[in-house]
């Protein structure tokens, strides 16, 4: 039987043969840190499967000031990547948004997670399977997680609609964020062929065409 190569880990031998070994260098560095929210700004995690895939969509809405790839809800200290992709540290990708709540909600924040994951897929995302790639919404503050409640109770109204299952998208307390190494972070600008093919090859957007249509996250 022919070796199946997993389509992201493909993706990060291709990023490594062509020639990218200065970005991957990186990885051995300091990660970045995300921005410490100011008295005006706030901040929302989430994990929503591969963390490539979950920054874009909420990079481009207006009032987010900064979107960083990085692992939340694990045990670990300073966790990496292959750390985490093993499964072995309790963490989820993740991403933290950070945003102005003068210029946008919290709740909106919500339906764009939402319309960019599986959330009716157990134990992982898209081809990407194991506890480290599960959905999840890591709630900071009572008013973050009756929000977050609320819109899971409208959101499987809508899923019933189209695959009749019910949301397994964890919601949790937030604890701690662990910035990803630099080579991950804004991979979809960093690397847009390899982004886009990863995606193709996953079968993200066929699956989240099938469960919101025309509400579908990118």
Known sequence: MPTVTHPRRAVLLLFAVLGFGAAVALAQGTPPKASAPSPTLARATFAGGCFWCMVKPFAVLPGVVQVVSGYSGGQKRNPTYEEV???????????????DPAKITYARLLEVFWRNIDPTSPEGQFCDRGHQYRSAIFFQGD???????ESKVT??????????????????AF?????AEDYHQDFYKKNPMRYESYRLGCGRDRRLQEIWGGKAGH
């Open 143 to 149: 008013e973050q997680k009756r929000l977050a409640e």
């Open 85 to 99: 992709s093993a499964g072995v540290t309790g963490h989820a990708e993740s991403v933290q948004v950070i945003y």
């Open 175 to 179: 604890t701690e964020f662990w910035p």
């Open 155 to 172: 959101q499987q109204a809508d899923v019933s609609k189209t695959v009749n299952r019910p949301i397994v998208t964890e919601i949790v």
